[in-house]
């Protein structure tokens, strides 16, 4: 069977998003241990860590999420979906999908209304950045989503890839070993 050749592309945007989710952890991790630091042990706090650390945690969100429901790791609640018969889980799985598209379409015109709305603003500890770069994760992590949502209706579900499950890092199999 041949793969499909969105497929590749679709998997540098979910490394894409793993790797920025990864990494604003790391920062967010790094960041408040400073600001704690600074404030309680040099006794001067600093104004900048905690709205970088929100910045980061609302990209770790939004850009995780995305990861997450092309990979299959999202919250989903099965216990009456699991019950019924393959026809009628069809059709849950198709009005999930069609109110996923909805939730990412409004959340991406809404959040990108915000961002516009707010980029001639600038936030007090950082008034270097414009409030509404600080809004951006919104609307590109619901774009992400709606990326991959519509690559599971078109494509069928992606979590059983390798780049997925971090197979594709080794290609020994159980029954080599």
Request: aromatic content about 10%.
């Amino acid at each position: 069977m041949t793969e499909h050749k969105l497929l590749r592309p679709l998997d540098a945007i979910y490394l894409a998003c793993i790797w920025i989710a990864g990494i604003s952890i790391v920062l967010m991790s790094l960041i408040i241990p400073w600001g704690v630091f600074a404030r309680y042990v040099l006794g001067t706090g600093s104004h900048w860590p905690e709205p970088v650390a929100v910045l980061l945690m609302v990209s770790f969100t939004f850009l995780g999420a995305a990861a997450s429901y092309r990979a299959g790791a999202h919250i989903a609640v099965g216990m009456l979906t699991d019950r019924l018969p393959p026809a009628m889980r069809r059709q849950c799985e198709l009005l999930v999908d069609a109110l996923m598209v909805v939730i990412c379409l409004f959340v991406m015109v809404w959040g990108m209304k915000l961002v516009l709305e707010t980029m001639g603003q600038t936030l007090g500890d950082l008034p270097w950045l414009p409030v509404g770069l600080t809004y951006l994760p919104l609307p590109v992590g619901s774009f992400m989503t709606l990326v991959f949502v519509l690559e599971k209706i078109f494509l069928g579900s992606q979590a059983h890839r390798a780049v997925v499950t971090f197979d594709h890092e080794s290609e020994v199999t159980v029954s080599e070993v």
